[in-house]
């Protein structure tokens, strides 16, 4: 274990290689979306006159844009005119526009037909049938991503960034009745899953001779660790960025601070990863323009009252966390999806008209978050994990956890629990010496528990609560 004195100073070692990094810090927008939405009416616009979305993010200073990819979206044949958006030829229509406005590609598997996050990571229906027969799903994966992306770079579109999953906190590839069924980690088929999909990526790079950097993806910065641990462990080591989705509303109770602190942890225990936030929002409303409900509602004490002021606040901490402890890059999720007429699964409308860059009417946002990506750098104070060995977190039992504070530890320590999603589910204040914490209102499953006060994060554990 590193003492304060050796944490230090390898941090101060660390600094001329973060510094280069931040360099090439990038700011993304996801912006998957817009062909749909400009399809079914919408129109962007700056100072009162339409603008075109990939043009007005690139003007804005967006260095790159996230671009989901679904299998076979045929669920979309049943809303709006039946049109299908993020498949294939959507994505190539996306990069080019992209690629027109002068900015980087994120390619993003979600390698399900359908949405792909910690709750659901529905194998695509092509290849249910062999769901079983790994190999032969091997086989599948690996055609599928390396003639998408050879594709792609046949029409000069060839991302420089690709990452293998969305939100993979449980694995890839599940069958629904084995996703439906509860948490499922399998290990002996994610690990060869994962790696088949890096290697088709890197046959790519050399088939091409183009350099394309690889990622994974995981939701909820307090989940870093343990999968990198079980990723690490089961030789899936061949990719370059470590992506998180971190939303105060899923994740709360962890701040900014803290994680920029496990951003500075992972950039310590894996100093050939680079670390960036995939995704992120945060509300400039709580009204709303459309029949379909908004997923982002929830107010932080610190950026309240929700206002496009408080979003662009949120953005420019958030980005000043990430850089100072050594991250290289943050992404907002979505900032275009704008309300329509059209529908989705669940309404009509946007569910996330109310945490977009733009008001009601298309405009975009007078002091809102359009304006960090052209806004000046700024730096915080790195915040580094604590390591404290004398810490001791055992789960004992009967939704039971045992925790054992060592003397001269603050007094506001907390004990957080977190779903493996990342949100936030428990909290309990913790004294010196021993804590026994009664779990009872928290369902079985697989959980975080996190070891903090304020600012500091002490000890993070994976804990199975039956």
């Not at 084995?178 to 290697?199: C, I, M, S, Y």
């Not at 803290?258 to 509300?283: N, W």
């Not at 850089?323 to 999806?337: H, I, K, Q, T």
């Amino acid at each position: 274990m590193f003492n304060s004195f050796v944490r230090l100073c390898f941090f101060a070692l660390l600094l001329p290689f973060w510094g280069s990094a931040q360099e090439d810090f990038l700011r993304g927008a996801d912006l998957s979306y817009v062909n749909e939405m400009e399809d079914c009416g919408a129109v962007l616009t700056l100072n009162g006159e339409a603008q075109d979305p990939y043009a007005l993010f690139a003007n804005a200073g967006c260095d790159i844009v996230r671009l989901r990819l679904w299998h076979t979206p045929s669920w979309y044949d049943t809303l709006n005119a039946g049109q299908r958006y993020s498949d294939f030829e959507d994505v190539c229509r996306s990069a080019e526009r992209a690629r027109a406005a002068g900015m980087q590609i994120l390619l993003d598997f979600h390698l399900s037909d359908f949405w792909a996050d910690p709750g659901r990571q529905w194998i695509p229906a092509a290849w249910a049938p062999v769901a079983d027969d790994l190999p032969v799903l091997q086989d599948s994966l690996y055609n599928y991503i390396h003639s998408n992306l050879m594709a792609m770079h046949e029409r000069g579109l060839l991302p420089e960034m690709v990452q293998v999953g969305n939100e993979t906190n449980r694995g890839i590839l599940l069958p629904i009745a084995v996703n439906d069924a509860g948490w499922v980690l399998d290990w002996d088929r994610n690990g060869p899953l994962f790696q088949t999909g890096l290697q088709a990526v890197a046959d790519v790079e050399a088939a091409t001779g183009q350099n394309i950097r690889t990622a994974l993806h995981i939701a909820g910065p307090t989940n870093a660790h343990w999968l990198m641990e079980d990723f690490t462990d089961h030789g899936v080591t061949d990719f370059d960025i470590i992506g998180l989705s971190y939303y105060w509303q899923w994740h709360m109770p962890a701040t900014i601070q803290q994680t920029g602190s496990m951003i500075s942890s992972l950039r310590e225990a894996y100093p050939d990863k680079e670390v960036m936030i995939f995704e992120t929002g945060y509300p400039w409303t709580l009204d709303w323009a459309d029949e379909a409900s908004n997923i982002l509602t929830t107010a932080h004490p610190d950026y309240a009252p929700i206002s496009p002021q408080a979003q662009k606040q949120w953005m420019l901490d958030l980005d000043a966390a990430i850089r100072s402890n050594g991250g290289s890059g943050l992404f907002y999720w979505e900032p275009a999806w704008v309300s329509t007429d059209c529908h989705t699964p669940w309404g009509q409308g946007s569910h996330k008209e109310n945490a977009t860059f733009f008001d009601f009417s298309g405009a975009v946002l007078d002091n809102g978050g359009m304006d960090w990506f052209g806004a000046a750098t700024t730096s915080v104070e790195p915040q580094l994990i604590q390591e404290t060995p004398a810490i001791q977190l055992n789960y004992l039992g009967n939704r039971t956890l045992s925790v054992e504070v060592p003397p001269g530890l603050p007094d506001s320590l907390t004990c957080q629990v977190f779903s493996i999603d990342g949100k936030g589910v428990a909290s309990y204040a913790l004294a010196q010496g021993s804590n026994t914490l009664q779990l009872s209102e928290v369902p079985p499953g697989q959980y975080v528990a996190l070891v903090q006060a304020g600012r500091s994060v002490y000890l993070t554990r994976l804990i199975p609560i039956r």
